[in-house]
């Protein structure tokens, strides 16, 4: 991309391209996982937003017998209570997808913010998060999580906030690491000595230059909390029924493994499928961002 | 050598006082309860006298200070608690919390430090083949696999698992009943699946961070200066790369034995194995806090402790600690 | 038989090294350049070449090569490379290990980084002819000992029982020195060996190297990109830009007869010189001033300086003499714990927060490392432009006009407005940030080693072009650097610090002629002159070469 022309002082040296040429030629370039990654979310999202249309059947309709095999009419039979599996299926891609993607949006919101803070403030500011981030991280999140939720109730709202909270940690802890890398170089100082206030700093001169890696940890983040919300709701601690959700179908339907049907493992492959593209696409990202040479 | 022990001194109190801030965050947890909530646990039937008695048992009126001094007392002589379990019937027979978790304990270390024992040494061997030969099809195969079972939920390995060696194959049995009298072989057959589903998991993540902390090795310029000296390669990783990776890699093993402790829940949640998880797991349905508590606090020990050996390792292997100016 | 090259008559025995037509590509972005345009080289035994040019031109990646060896992301693509009669461009990896080591050694830039951190300096030395079975591992001790001593580090019999980190910069350098030769090779590679070290810790290095290649009658290829350094070291000398030959001379006569302007332009501004003059009224006074960076050591101790308005004022030191933290001292991002700034007669709130905007914009900073001094992804535009509104309160049009204005100011032609720092060079960048100081009409600039980082004849522009804005808008520079030839250059006045303490002052002339006092006088006499026989000497007028304190 350089074109460097022989270098009259005077000119600019380096000839532009637009932010969508860079982009289609990064795509181009693309490894073959990364292609499957972004071809599966376009899926998934396809999917949970037009559920209603895909769907044959309605979430919570009771349309046949319980456990019944699969069919032309059910194609992927029915669960524990007679509801059709398929519809369930796809109806619970919003649902999960939904609720991991508000949870990390808050948690992502909540860290960056105050990793930012940090990094920018720092002094006693810095030293009272820092400590007290390290002693939330102490308790593993799971463990956490189970906690909290047997004192408060696993309600919806329980969930989202208690993940958030405690995922906010780990943002936090990449922010401030990546903003600090930030806050030493001199344009940070130059700016402090032109009398800029804080929320200048962090957001004109801090945050653009640590867009990326946070938009690659957005991505792990994601398959984090939706991998915790799956595993709870395995545990019938997390969305509670009669709301489709994949990892309580996977819960709700376990018997049918001990007979060798392994329509239960279609809910469980859905998460894992999932947290695989998110997760190629992101190691993509990140290869790119950093440079690393292989 | 002082300033190793100082160092060391100081990362154990670190450890120490964590576990403090953390028994009372477990325990200050308590001030969220609902105000209903004796009455929930005893259900309707209970009369207005044993909801009382039992509030104040609990100690729900008391000020957290003392409810937290109080268990943190107990704590430290062995006491746990008395389980909620059966408090609301009349033959009252609650068991202290730690008779509960003793054997269950017992259970999930067996299960951890079986899979353990082979996930970490394959997994170090694995992570450093791939990082020298980096780039091949080995090397590229190898991340598309991990990536996979890193990105799969532990319940869908398990299961996965599970159809194939239970339903299919026949081979092991799908639910991992062990108890006190199960001989050592019969135990190791019985956890074979919930302990090949963790390894499965933890081999994968481990390979793959052995192999980002030795490629991170070998970038370095003394690893350059020592090719152009002539030295053939695995001389290079043996004198001049292995001596500078103990500390990343017991980072790794302890981040990964870590990630365990929580792998563990699922796990034995599926295959019902009686575990401290499983227990969790229970006494969190059944709101049965003391018991929630213990084990979180149990479980919150483990991760501390590892960390701390993580740390404890890179301070022992740095050269600048050892031999200071 | 010695062979004689139109251009160099001095060579000492057999063709050593013999490189025909090299070409070498590098990888950026997955895209190959090259950075190795077709070069010939020709190296005799005991013979030392120097290679020297400016960032960019080759010659790091063509010292390594005439090893045979090319970093990863590079690749000889053509060329031969001759050593002792060998092609090393057609060898194996396997076979170029038999003679790395032990027929060609390289010492690298940074010593630090380049020696194992869990070895002890010996056991690394012992490691390379034990390795190649040159000799046994107590003579090989034994060998060190001697050459640590030769290359006069100090306790030789016990220095190599240290690791790394417990030894010196220079200390360092000169056992890296030390370790390349243990198995007396034919041909050493010094890559900027005393480019990180201080100007006085400088001296012992290149004394050291000097010595020990000519009493062992090594050939070497020394690079640099110091034309004055390498004429104490070299018998010839190549000069490289953008990976091609421009002039290969003999020492003695390229620094008598350049040919090439290229060649000419490199020692810039040590012709540049400055009348010095006083000034009319004083700016800025720093009283006496205590800091310390929360510590009971003090940093700063006692430092006065007085900058007259309009003038610039060189305050001159190495690493660790407080230099950088008077700037931050008197931009208040460091209080001082005993006494004050006056700034146009007002005595300064010593804290930055409370100081009011306008007194922020009186005074600028410019910062030595341009790629770090601009936000990498806001452009040129809104830089220039934020300076604009911030402190003056200017916008749209008006802003506008004023932007291009500024860039007139500072010869950078009008695309550049919508340029980001990532699309521009270390110059322009650096007359970037001279726009973005210059914006508010500032009374006095800080310039913190500005250009320190930039090549010699970039910053012979940068340098120009501050003489000329001072002329034009009276403003004061409180110029801070390391480097002697810069502040001939610019001064009118210079403060000379060591260890957080003025060890003198006063007018330039005043400063430059002696008597001096011991730290002035060992700074001043260790700045390499253009002059071959500068090194030897200064060593037989020093007598018993003094070790400053962290060499």
């Known amino acids: 991309m350089s074109n460097t022309t022989t270098t009259a002082e005077h000119q600019p040296i380096i000839v532009r391209r637009s932010f969508w040429q860079l982009a289609w030629r ?25 559920a209603p249309w895909i769907a044959p059947y309605s979430e919570t309709e009771l349309v046949g017998g319980a456990y019944e095999p699969w069919s032309a009419q059910f194609l992927l039979g029915t669960d524990q209570l007679g509801r059709d599996f398929l519809s369930r299926l796809i109806y619970a891609s919003r649902n999960t997808i939904g609720i991991a993607v508000l949870t990390t949006a808050i948690s992502f919101t909540l860290g960056g913010l105050l990793g930012l803070l940090s990094a920018v403030l720092g002094g006693w500011v810095d030293q009272i998060l820092g400590r007290g981030v390290d002693v939330l991280m102490a308790i593993p999140q799971l463990i956490f999580a189970l906690v909290l939720l047997s004192i408060v109730g696993a309600s919806l709202i329980n969930l989202v906030l208690i993940i958030a909270v405690l995922d906010s940690t780990r943002v936090y802890r990449l922010t401030r690491a990546v903003a600090m890398n930030v806050v030493v170089m001199d344009f940070v100082e130059a700016a402090k000595l032109q009398g800029e206030k804080i929320h200048w700093i962090m957001t004109r001169e801090v945050l653009p230059n640590i867009l990326p890696p946070l938009t690659a940890e957005f991505g792990l983040r994601f398959c984090f909390v939706f991998l915790t919300i799956s595993a709870l709701s395995f545990l019938g601690l997390g969305i509670q029924p009669p709301t489709a959700d994949w990892g309580s179908m996977v819960k709700e339907n376990a018997t049918l493994i001990n007979y060798g049907n392994i329509t239960p493992l279609l809910p469980a492959g859905a998460i894992a499928l999932l947290t695989v593209a998110v997760n190629f696409v992101v190691d993509w990202f990140l290869h790119k961002t950093s440079g690393l040479k292989g | ?82 389980s909620f379990a059966g408090a609301g019937s009349l033959s009252g027979n609650r068991r202290p919390v730690i008779d509960l978790i003793q054997p269950r304990l017992m259970n999930t270390l067996f299960l951890a430090s079986m899979t353990a ?96 902390a030795i490629i991170n090795l070998l970038s370095s310029p003394y690893i350059e200066m020592a090719r152009l000296k002539g030295i053939a390669p695995r001389q290079i990783i043996f004198r001049h790369a292995l001596p500078n990776a103990w500390a ?53 020990a483990t991760y501390i402790l590892l960390n701390l050996a993580a740390d404890i390792v890179s301070i022992v292997t740095n050269p600048r600690l050892l031999h200071p100016r | ?111 630090a980084a380049s020696f194992n951190p869990a070895h002890k300096l010996i056991d690394q030395y012992v490691e390379t002819p034990t390795w190649h079975r040159v000799m046994n591992g107590d003579e090989a001790r034994r060998n ?93 000398i190549m000069v490289l830009r953008y990976g091609e030959l421009v002039e290969e001379a003999t020492t003695r006569k390229m620094l008598s007869q350049p040919e090439q302007p290229y060649t000419k332009s490199l020692w810039a501004v040590r012709s540049l010189h400055k009348d010095e003059q006083a000034g009319p009224d004083l700016l800025l006074r720093v009283n006496a001033v205590d800091a310390s960076y929360g510590g009971a050591v003090k940093v700063l101790e006692n430092v006065t300086v007085f900058v007259p308005r309009g003038r610039t004022v060189a305050v001159v030191g190495e690493s660790g003499s407080g230099k950088s933290t008077l700037a931050r001292v008197i931009t208040g991002l460091l209080p001082p ?53 911030h402190h003056l309160g200017l916008k749209g049009r008006a802003r506008d006009k004023r932007i291009l204005e500024l860039l007139d100011m500072v010869e950078l032609d009008q695309r550049f407005v919508d340029r980001l720092p990532s699309e521009v060079s270390g110059g322009q960048k650096q007359r970037l940030c001279i726009a973005r100081a210059l914006a508010v009409n500032p009374e006095l600039i800080i ?42 250059a610019i001064a009118d006045e210079i403060v000379i610090m060591h260890r957080g303490r003025v060890v003198r002052s006063g007018p330039k002339t005043q400063v430059l002629t002696p008597p001096f006092d011991s730290y002035t006088d060992l700074l001043l006499s260790s700045v390499p002159e253009m002059d071959p026989d500068w090194l030897d000497g200064l060593l037989t007028r020093r007598g018993t070469t003094p070790v400053p304190a962290n060499a």
Not at chain 2, 166 to 192: G, M
Not at chain 3, 448 to 458: C, G, M, P, Y
Not at chain 3, 459 to 488: F, P
């Open chain 1, 26 to 50: 990064e795509l181009r370039r693309a490894p073959p996982t990364a292609w499957f990654g972004m071809i599966v979310i376009a899926l998934y999202i396809f999917a949970a937003v037009f």
């Open chain 2, 1 to 82: 050598m002082n300033a190793i022990v100082r160092t060391i001194l100081q990362r154990l109190g670190l450890g120490v006082v964590t576990l403090f801030v953390v028994s009372m965050i477990i325990s200050l947890a308590m001030a969220m309860l609902p105000s209903d909530f004796a009455q929930s646990i005893l259900g309707q039937a209970a009369t207005p006298d044993t909801v009382k008695a039992f509030r104040e048992e609990i100690g729900l009126d008391r000020s957290p200070v003392i409810r937290y001094v109080d268990w943190v007392g107990g704590i430290v002589t062995g006491d746990f608690g008395m």
């Open chain 2, 117 to 212: 024992i082979v996930a970490v040494p394959l997994a170090l061997v694995l992570g450093m083949l791939a990082a020298l030969y980096r780039n091949s099809l080995f090397d590229r195969t190898v991340n598309v696999v991990t990536l996979t079972a890193v990105s799969s939920p532990e319940f869908f390995l398990a299961y996965v698992l599970m159809v194939f060696f239970v339903s299919q194959w026949h081979i092991f049995p799908s639910l991992a009943k062990v108890d006190a009298n199960t001989a050592f072989f019969e135990r190791v057959y019985r956890c074979a699946l919930p302990s090949l589903t963790l390894l499965l998991i933890i081999v994968a993540q481990m390979m793959r961070m052995t192999r980002a």
């Open chain 2, 248 to 300: 990343p890699i017991a980072n790794v093993i302890a981040l990964n034995l870590a990630y365990l402790v929580v792998g563990v829940v699922i796990v034995e949640a599926v295959f019902v194995y009686p575990g401290i998880g499983k227990l969790m797991v229970d006494s969190v349905q059944r709101k049965d806090l003391p018991v929630v508590q213990g084990c979180a606090l149990i479980f919150a």
């Open chain 3, 1 to 111: 038989m010695a062979q004689q090259s139109a251009a160099a008559t001095s060579q000492k025995g057999d063709v050593l090294l013999d490189i025909r037509g090299l070409r070498i590509e590098g990888e950026s972005d997955e895209i190959w350049h090259e950075i190795v345009k077709g070069i010939d080289l020709k190296l005799h035994r005991g013979e030392v070449l120097g290679l020297i040019g400016e960032s960019g031109a080759g010659k790091s990646t063509l010292g390594l090569a005439a090893m045979g060896y090319a970093r990863p992301g590079c690749r000889i693509t053509a060329g031969s490379i001759m050593f002792n009669g060998v092609d090393l461009a057609k060898l194996g990896e396997p076979e170029k290990r038999e003679i790395w080591g032990k027929r060609v050694a390289y010492v690298a830039q940074s010593a």
């Open chain 3, 144 to 236: 060190a000992v001697d050459l640590y001593r030769r290359l006069r580090l100090p306790n030789p019999e016990s220095i190599g029982n240290r690791y790394p980190h417990q030894v010196s910069g220079g200390q360092l350098q000169r056992a890296m020195t030390a370790m390349s030769m243990s198995c007396r090779p034919d041909l050493i590679i010094f890559d900027e060996p005393t480019t990180a070290l201080d100007v006085t810790t400088q001296i012992e290095v290149l004394a050291a190297i000097k010595d020990v290649v000519r009493q062992l009658n090594t050939a070497a290829i020394y690079i640099t990109h110091d034309l004055a350094v390498v004429a104490q070291m070299a018998d010839r």
């Open chain 3, 337 to 389: 714990q005993t006494g004050d700034i006056v700034f146009d007669g007002q005595t300064l709130p010593p804290a930055l927060k409370s100081r009011p905007k306008e007194l922020l914009r009186r005074m600028q900073m410019i910062y030595q490392m341009p790629d770090t001094a601009l936000n990498p992804r806001r452009r040129v535009r809104d830089i220039l432009g934020r300076a604009l509104e």
């Open chain 3, 447 to 488: 310039c913190d080693e500005v250009t320190s980082a930039l090549d010699q004849i970039v910053a012979e522009g940068i340098l120009k072009l501050l003489l000329r804005l001072q002329k034009e808008l009276k403003v004061s520079y409180l110029y801070i650097t390391h480097d002697l030839a810069t502040v001939r």
